[in-house]
């Protein structure tokens, strides 16, 4: 994983540079950094807007007593259109762009849907531990499914101690 996301910070703006280079020499500088200002409005607009509706379809399912896996898929897929519109670059314009298509959506859901089930089963959560989190205070590890006290050597609270 860390080696996709770093050639993603690598490659990515390598071939966003290049696009612009390639897309500025053959339209000009000022119409291509138009185009690339107008698609970022574009897409923070965009942002708003689907953020909302996705919020609001996430809600009306719950409301139905759904749950709203598709719905949130769907809207995540809008937030990342809107998101990738705009980070500066053409290419990621263009991926938003792919994104905004409700059959490339509709084709790419289950895909997730499958990702994320698969990860999410391999994560076990416990009561007093969570991932990335220290348990609570005087709470030790979990062993055979229960915590065990961790005892400090040294109390500030206990005037009868010697440190």
Do not use: C, Y
């Not at 769907?74 to 905004?100: E, Q, W, Y």
């Not at 089930?117 to 055979?144: L, V």
């Amino acid at each position: 994983m860390f080696r996709v996301i770093f050639l993603a910070f690598v490659l990515v703006p390598i071939i966003e540079i290049a696009v612009l280079i390639k897309v500025g020499g053959l339209i000009g500088v000022l119409p291509t950094l138009g185009l690339v200002i107008g698609i970022a409005i574009f897409g923070t607009w965009l942002l708003r807007q689907q953020s909302l509706q996705a919020l609001r379809k996430v809600q009306s399912a719950l409301n139905r007593g759904e749950m709203p896996a598709g719905e949130i898929v769907d809207g995540f897929f809008l937030v990342l259109a809107a998101l990738l519109m705009v980070t500066p670059g053409l290419v990621t314009d263009a991926l938003g762009f792919l994104l905004l298509v409700p059959s490339i959506r509709m084709a790419l859901g289950p895909l997730v849907q499958r990702w994320v089930m698969s990860h999410a089963a391999k994560t076990e959560f416990s009561e007093f531990q969570t991932p990335g989190r220290n348990p609570p205070r005087g709470k030790g590890p979990i062993i055979d499914g229960e915590a065990h006290e961790i005892k400090p050597r040294h109390s500030l609270d206990d005037p009868d101690q010697k440190q």
